[in-house]
């Protein structure tokens, strides 16, 4: 299967649908023009852990990133689409994705119960300064009644240690730090994997209470 797909064919099934003059000129369009009229309509989106790499990630004309779902333990790989004043926007196969801010995860589309929007600058500082104490962050969630609910919570962060990341062959030193968080809510826990120059190499971060937490593995950067 992964042969077949060739180069980051896991990545954007969904677009190989589109001619390859429709495909916008951004890495999201060139990923795709990749693996244009290798997939057949209406194949399965597979695991990406299954189909990823070493080779392929090394040859891979874009960045990507994978992210696990707590809830159903399923692996997608995004790429990114546009940044838009600081904010990072992250794309799947099936049209869902993510928004990061300095590493943090900012919002969700497609996941269900998304994240709407954070407010996260506090914990980029904290993070930027090697901990801090009651760091705000607020949650705004989209609810069903398409009420915009909005949550304050107080967070703790510290780094509890280091670690060593290997991602399908490649080694990446990180010091890990804990985001603690009570307030307007149940208490939940983030968890990023920082390196020496700041980039968020993993995170494991609370979408929603009904979603639960995702695993973000920054692959390629």
């Known amino acids: 299967m992964s042969m077949r797909l060739g ?16 495909l916008p000129d951004t890495p999201l369009g060139t990923a795709a023009r990749t693996v244009g009229g290798l997939v ?42 546009t940044v838009n004043r600081g904010t990072e926007q992250w794309i799947d196969a099936n049209g869902g994705g993510i928004l990061r801010r300095d590493g943090i995860l900012v919002g969700t589309r497609g996941l269900g119960f998304d994240l709407l929007t954070a407010d996260v600058a506090p914990l980029a500082a904290a993070l930027r300064a090697g901990g801090g104490t009651n760091v705000l962050r607020v949650n705004r969630h989209l609810r069903g009644d398409d009420r915009i609910e909005v949550r304050r ?22 010091t890990v730090f804990e985001e603690s968080c009570t307030g307007e809510g149940d208490a939940f ?19 929603s209470p009904e979603t639960g937490h995702v695993e973000l593995s920054l692959l390629v950067q």
């Open 7 to 22: 180069l980051l064919g896991a990545l954007m099934l969904a677009l190989t649908a589109c001619g390859s003059d429709d």
């Open 40 to 81: 057949l309509p209406g194949e399965p989106v597979p695991d990406a852990r299954a189909v990823l790499t070493p080779e392929m990630l090394a040859n891979s004309p874009t960045a990507v990133m994978l992210l696990v779902t707590e809830r159903t333990d399923r692996g997608l790989t995004l790429v990114p689409l």
């Open 153 to 174: 919570y107080f967070c703790d962060v510290r780094p509890v240690g280091g670690e060593t990341l290997t991602f399908y062959g490649r080694n990446f030193r990180t």
């Open 189 to 207: 826990v983030n968890r990023y994997w920082r390196e020496g120059d700041g980039t968020i190499r993993r995170a494991v971060e609370r979408v």
